[in-house]
């Protein structure tokens, strides 16, 4: 009668270990790298296009969101671009509201663009050492066409995970860019009218992928 509880209750044990999630990217610091890091984004970019004619805006940005999650500093990156004194004048509810406006755009961007799957391919070129404890990871996206787009990652290491801070596209700095457009209208019209600068952004990438 013993014998036959134990192996019941092993069962169970076994059911419910099938049960539990599988993370999709390891979190130990010890076998991340940046160069993995960026693999799974693109890895998980690429699916995302291969399942384009199951998947509509909804899908992939569900699909996408715990990869953005777990694959860029969020809260690090708008601070960057806000820069400290803007930053240090907002209260915490107005950070709290930019860092989730910011992070559902960013979500909403790769969903608006990465929509179907033609032969694309993502490789991996380099990894190099920069200043201030930051890693550049070089990769090309090659198109059905035979064209190439250059994706260059700025990482860096935040509780022992390798996360993206910021993307040169064919050399350009994604960070930049926002820097300029998003101070402009700070300066300009104030912290609300950015936010809804952002959310029309949100609404525009459903509207036209």
């Known amino acids: 009668m013993k014998v036959k509880q134990t192996l019941k209750l092993i069962g169970w044990c076994l059911i419910l270990v099938m049960l539990l999630p599988i993370p999709a990217m390891s979190s130990d610091s010890e076998t991340s790298s940046p160069e993995q890091t960026v693999a799974y984004l693109q890895s998980s970019l690429l699916e ?10 909804n899908g992939r940005f569900k699909y996408l969101q715990p990869v953005i999650d777990q694959t860029h500093d969020i809260d690090l990156i708008i601070k960057t671009i806000l820069g400290t004194s ?54 090309q996206l090659t198109k059905s066409d035979g064209g190439t ?10 509780a022992g995970d390798w996360r993206i801070v910021n993307i040169l596209f064919d050399g350009v700095s994604d960070l930049a860019i926002k820097r300029g457009e998003y101070r402009a209208i700070l300066q300009r019209d104030g912290f609300q009218a950015l936010i809804e600068m952002l959310k029309e952004k949100i609404v525009l990438t459903r509207q036209n992928p």
């Open 86 to 139: 803007y930053w240090s004048q907002l209260d915490n509810a107005q950070q709290d509201l930019i860092v989730e406006t910011f992070r559902q755009l960013s979500i909403a961007t790769y969903a608006g663009r990465f929509v179907q799957y033609e032969g694309e391919q993502f490789q991996i070129i380099e990894q190099r050492v920069l200043p201030r404890d930051q890693v550049l990871v070089r990769s």
């Open 48 to 57: 995302v296009m291969r399942e384009g004619e199951k998947l509509d805006y």
């Open 149 to 158: 787009v250059n994706f260059d990652y700025v990482l860096h290491q935040a």
